[in-house]
Nanobody
Framework: QVQLVESGGGLVQAGESLNLSCAAS????????MGWYRQASGKQREMVAT??????TKYADSVKGRFIISRDAKKTVYLQMNSLKPEDTAVYYC?????????????WGQGTLVTVSS
C-alpha cells in the first residue's frame, strides 16, 4: 500500500508564494505518476499539475508560468506556487498512480488548505 501526506498549506496574501510537499510511504516502488489537484468550495476537484516518473509535466492553464511541480527519488512531490491569486484558494490534494500488480489505482492524500487573501 501507498500512503500520501501533504504539508505546506496556509494563509498568504496575493502575490506571495507557498511550497507544498507530499511525502509518499509504503510501497513507493509501485508509484508511476504523481500530481496535485485542488478543490475550491462549491466546485469540482481539478487537476493542477502532474509529473510522470520520467519527469514529464503537465499543468492546468490557470497555473502555467506560476506553479512548478517536481519530485525527488524518494517519491516526494513538491508544488512551488508563485504569484498566488485569490482564485487559487482551495484544498490541495496529492495524488499518486499506483501499480497493484495487474492494474493502476489512484491514491489520495488528506489534503492541505491554501488560502490566498486579496
Amino acid at each position: 500500500q501507498v500512503q500520501l501526506v501533504e504539508s505546506g498549506g496556509g494563509l498568504v496574501q496575493a502575490g506571495e508564494s507557498l511550497n507544498l510537499s507530499c511525502a509518499a510511504s509504503g510501497n513507493t516502488w509501485s508509484i508511476n505518476g504523481m500530481g496535485w489537484y485542488r478543490q475550491a468550495s462549491g466546485k469540482q476537484r481539478e487537476m493542477v499539475a502532474t509529473i510522470l516518473s520520467g519527469g514529464t509535466t503537465k499543468y492546468a492553464d490557470s497555473v502555467k508560468g506560476r506553479f512548478i511541480i517536481s519530485r525527488d527519488a524518494k517519491k516526494t512531490v513538491y508544488l512551488q506556487m508563485n504569484s498566488l491569486k485569490p482564485e487559487d484558494t482551495a484544498v490541495y490534494y496529492c495524488n499518486a498512480e499506483v501499480w497493484t500488480g495487474y492494474k493502476y489505482i489512484e491514491v489520495w492524500g488528506q489534503g492541505t488548505l491554501v488560502t490566498v487573501s486579496s
